[in-house]
């Protein structure tokens, strides 16, 4: 059981060079999620995902789209990046609804650090 | 707009003291607050939750306290060790489970474990 992994661990870009950022999970979780974190500032919701199909915006959308064709996969894509999108990238996954059995908690991956010149 | 904050950005324990680490929420409908713990290159990892019916929980050496009048939450770390340095996170869901279960992340307290 590998929980939550990220590809790649590192990458960097020139502006306006496109790239995708790989999460996958082997809990059979429900929801899916990305991250940035950018020094001194907590985690930022990009994109998120309640199920295999479906996506919805978080915080922080704007400049990446996302995919989720599997339900064990969630991806990130930079069509075009900017120095602005010099992140540490986090996926995450939890259960669904919180039940009796099951909570909301987040299970986060290793990061992906994206440097864009 | 709604946010959940740290009073304190660096907190230095010796070994072996106890550490408090709090954290204020304002969005009074939250239900749930989660503790995270992210060491250095690493992603954050899951210490600790507590639903909003809860005043208090305990782990295995931490405990979380939620004072929901004053909109508080604290994480205490018993007997604090070296491993224990890391930058500790809280989160609060504002959604009452729903909306995806999204999570209003704190910006963060640095914890250092002096020998």
């Known amino acids: 059981n590998a929980g939550v992994t990220q590809t790649p661990k590192f990458r960097v870009l020139k502006t306006g060079q496109s790239m995708t950022l790989l999460c996958a999970q082997d809990?059979?979780?429900?929801?899916m999620y990305w991250y940035r974190q950018d020094p001194g500032m907590g985690l930022r919701l990009i994109h998120y995902?309640?199920?295999?199909?479906?996506?919805a915006k978080g915080e922080v959308p704007d400049g990446y789209n996302v995919s989720r064709l599997k339900k064990q996969n969630f991806l990130l894509g930079l069509e075009s990046a900017a120095p602005s999108q010099t992140s540490v990238y986090f996926c995450?996954?939890?259960?669904?609804?919180?039940?009796?059995?099951?909570?909301?908690?987040?299970?986060f991956g290793p990061g992906t650090r994206l440097t864009v010149l | 707009g709604e946010s959940v904050g740290l009073h304190l950005p660096t907190l230095s324990v010796q070994e072996g003291d106890n550490s408090i680490i709090n954290c204020a929420y304002s969005n009074s409908a939250s239900d749930y607050f989660i503790w995270y713990k992210q060491e250095s290159g690493k992603g954050p990892q899951f210490i600790i939750d507590?639903?909003?019916?809860?005043d208090k929980r305990q782990g295995q050496r931490v405990t979380v306290l939620l004072n929901k009048t004053v909109k508080h939450l604290s994480l205490q770390i018993a007997a604090t060790q070296p491993g224990d340095s890391a930058v500790y996170f809280c989160?609060?869901?504002?959604f009452g489970g729903g909306g995806g279960n999204k999570l209003t992340f704190g910006t963060g307290t640095q914890l250092k474990v002096e020998l």
């Open positions: 809990m059979n979780h429900e929801y």
């Open positions: 989160a609060e869901n504002p």
């Open positions: 995902s309640v199920g295999e199909g479906t996506t």
């Open positions: 995450a996954s939890s259960y669904s609804r919180a039940t009796s059995t099951y909570t909301d908690t987040q299970y």
């Open positions: 507590i639903r909003s019916n809860m």
